[in-house]
Antibody, heavy 122, light 107 residues
Framework: EVQLLESGGTLVQPGGSLRLSCAAS????????MSWVRQAPGKGLEWVSV????????YYADSVKGRFTISRDNSMATVYLHMHSLRAEDTAMYFC???????????????WGQGTLVAVSS | EIVMTQSPATLSVSPGERATLSCRAS??????LAWYQHKPGQAPRLLFY???ARATGVPARFSASGSGTEFTLTISSLQSEDSAVYYC?????????FGPGTKVEIK
């Protein structure tokens, strides 16, 4: 059974930094791209970033480009989201998701975690 | 960026009745569309990909169809556990974008 467990969400001040983690199990981690998707309070789902299985390709939404960095440790089956220069509009539940293939240009999200909450406020 | 819209925003249906959800794209997707179910406090769940291919474990009362710019998710006989928000998501081109969701309520 695929399991994705996010952690690291907390209250942070504007301009601050945070690192989210997603520990994966139940599948061959290196064979799948991984994404972060967020949901702001009362809003819908927004793709944030994706990383290919071997970490050779990464992509970011324009809203986070230059501020967020995605990475993965295949030996630990964990994907990370390093968040800098945080803004109030980054407040959201952040979900980790397993893609349908190894490529960063994968199509859809086969499995999701339950999310970790990031609140940006002074 | 492809813009996705969904209608209605909220759908109130009695148990056992049919629920029909619509999803439209700002440009043709061919069949590059997925549907997800999201219940409060839970992980979203993939229901369909490639517009109509059922994901593992999805009950047969759920079906999906469409191509181009118009897509439909149907729940043939609504059960109480189907109360959720349903999202469509395109993967035809550019950043993967989601629709705003349709909230299905049990009447």
């Amino acid at each position: 059974e695929v399991q994705l467990l996010e952690s690291g969400g907390t209250l942070v001040q504007p301009g601050g930094s945070l690192r989210l983690s997603c520990a994966a199990s139940g599948f061959s981690f290196i064979d799948y791209a991984m994404s972060w998707v967020r949901q702001a309070p009362g809003k819908g789902l927004e793709w944030v970033s994706v990383i290919s299985g071997r970490a050779g390709s990464v992509y970011y939404a324009d809203s986070v480009k230059g501020r967020f960095t995605i990475s993965r440790d295949n030996s630990m089956a964990t994907v990370y989201l390093h968040m800098h220069s945080l803004r109030a509009e980054d407040t959201a539940m952040y979900f980790c998701a397993k893609m349908n293939s190894q490529a960063a240009a994968s199509h859809y999200y086969e499995s999701w975690g339950q999310g970790t909450l990031v609140a940006v406020s002074s | 960026e492809i813009v996705m819209t969904q209608s209605p925003a909220t759908l109130s249906v009695s148990p056992g009745e049919r629920a029909t959800l619509s999803c439209r794209a700002s440009q043709s997707l061919s069949s590059n569309l997925a549907w997800y179910q999201h219940k409060p406090g839970q992980a979203p769940r993939l229901l369909f990909y490639d517009a109509g291919a059922r994901a593992t474990g999805v009950p047969a009362r759920f079906s999906a169809s469409g191509s181009g710019t118009e897509f439909t998710l149907t729940i043939s006989s609504l059960q109480s556990e189907d109360s959720a928000v349903y999202y469509c998501q395109q993967y035809n081109s550019g950043p993967r974008t989601f629709g705003p969701g349709t909230k299905v309520e049990i009447k």
